[in-house]
């Protein structure tokens, strides 16, 4: 088997709840759940965090921050706010970029470190050329690379039924929801890993896109068994980023899609983006009903 390797990344740091209001108890057992893992299994990782979510936290945010401030862990930029930049023209997502860097830019300073990937929420990195090209050049004069992401699992959405059985402390309902988040995760980390060989005719290394939730705090390590088995081995963001695949062009979109569907728009590979397996629609249901 060819060497696979794969980068794990998290967004919305510290947590991201289904309500507006965050709990800092449920953020806490979140972040040291994740956080244990990871560095249990040795297993390198970057956070993205979103600075109004540290505020919503008040003192506890910086605090779970440091954790990803040291080791095998590593601090991403996320935007201040989880914006659309859809909807922003290059000054305000500039803005977005600035203020997002309020708690990390002096945390990682301060420990000798940088705050090399930005990472779009949504994955929108501009919806039309020129937009793409100024927030392209706007990373770099402020010393950023764009962050990918070439595996998605909607993990938000059996998120949301995950949430809504914890509240109506439906234990029965949190394990199937876990079975059925873990079962399409493995269908996914192969249909992404097929579709960047049929883009590449090679291994491409992975980077497996996460949230900071209650859902991924509880399936973490088998979410960590599901790339071992495998045959991953688990490398930094900017060692993934470091294979040429990365350098390819990748053109505006008002979507987001992970990086294969963009390579291959951009090298002219025919792909048919309707054998993507959705997730079951029983989760979707569940997660939009009222609790």
Same mark, same amino acid.
């Given at each position: 088997?060819?060497? /696979?390797?794969?980068? $794990?990344?998290?967004?919305?740091?510290?947590?991201?709840?289904?309500?507006?209001?965050?709990?800092?108890?449920?953020?806490?057992?979140?972040?040291? *759940?994740?956080?244990?893992?990871?560095? %249990?299994?040795?297993?390198?990782?970057?956070?993205?965090?979103?600075?109004?979510?540290?505020?919503?936290?008040?003192?506890?945010?910086?605090?779970?921050?440091?954790?990803?401030?040291?080791?095998?862990?590593?601090?991403?930029?996320?935007?201040?706010?989880?914006f659309d930049s859809n909807d922003f023209d290059a000054g305000s997502v500039e803005w977005e970029v600035l203020k997002g860097e309020a708690t990390i830019r002096p945390m990682a300073s301060s420990a000798g470190r940088t705050i090399p990937f930005f990472r779009f929420p949504y994955n929108h990195i501009g919806d039309t050329e020129p937009?793409?090209?100024?927030?392209?050049?706007?990373?770099?004069?402020?010393?950023? !690379?764009?962050?990918?992401?070439? $595996?998605?699992?909607?993990?938000?959405?059996?998120?949301?039924?995950?949430?809504?059985?914890?509240?109506?402390?439906?234990?029965?309902?949190? /394990? !199937?929801?876990?079975?059925?988040?873990?079962?399409?995760?493995? $269908?996914?980390?192969?249909?992404?890993?097929?579709?960047?060989? /049929?883009?590449?005719?090679?291994?491409?290394?992975? $980077?497996?896109?996460?949230?900071?939730?209650?859902?991924?705090?509880?399936?973490?390590?088998?979410?960590?068994?599901?790339? !071992?088995?495998?045959?991953?081995?688990?490398?930094?963001?900017?060692?993934?980023?470091?294979?040429?695949?990365?350098?390819?062009?990748?053109?505006?979109?008002?979507?987001?899609?992970?990086?294969?569907? *963009?390579?291959?728009?951009? %090298?002219?590979?025919?792909?048919?983006? !309707?054998?993507?397996?959705?997730?079951?629609?029983?989760?979707?249901?569940?997660?939009?009903?009222?609790?």
């Open positions: 088997m060819a060497d /696979r390797i794969v980068a $794990i990344t998290f967004d919305d740091l510290p947590y991201v709840s289904a309500g507006s209001n965050p709990s800092t108890k449920a953020a806490i057992d979140a972040q040291r *759940r994740i956080v244990q893992a990871l560095q %249990r299994a040795h297993v390198p990782a970057t956070g993205f965090v979103n600075e109004d979510k540290v505020e919503a936290l008040g003192p506890a945010g910086p605090l779970l921050l440091a954790k990803w401030n040291k080791g095998l862990l590593a601090l991403g930029n996320h935007g201040y706010s989880h937009k793409r090209a100024a927030i392209e050049k706007l990373l770099a004069d402020h010393g950023y !690379r764009l962050a990918a992401s070439t $595996i998605d699992t909607s993990d938000y959405l059996f998120n949301n039924a995950y949430e809504r059985a914890f509240a109506k402390r439906d234990r029965a309902m949190m /394990r !199937r929801v876990e079975r059925a988040y873990l079962d399409h995760s493995r $269908i996914q980390i192969d249909y992404y890993a097929e579709l960047c060989r /049929r883009v590449f005719r090679r291994e491409v290394p992975a $980077i497996m896109l996460l949230h900071a939730n209650r859902l991924n705090a509880a399936t973490i390590q088998p979410l960590l068994g599901l790339f !071992r088995s495998g045959g991953y081995r688990f490398v930094s963001l900017s060692d993934a980023q470091s294979d040429p695949a990365y350098s390819t062009p990748v053109a505006a979109s008002k979507f987001g899609p992970m990086w294969a569907y *963009r390579w291959a728009r951009a %090298r002219k590979v025919k792909v048919d983006g !309707r054998l993507e397996q959705e997730p079951p629609v029983w989760v979707g249901t569940y997660a939009g009903e009222t609790p």
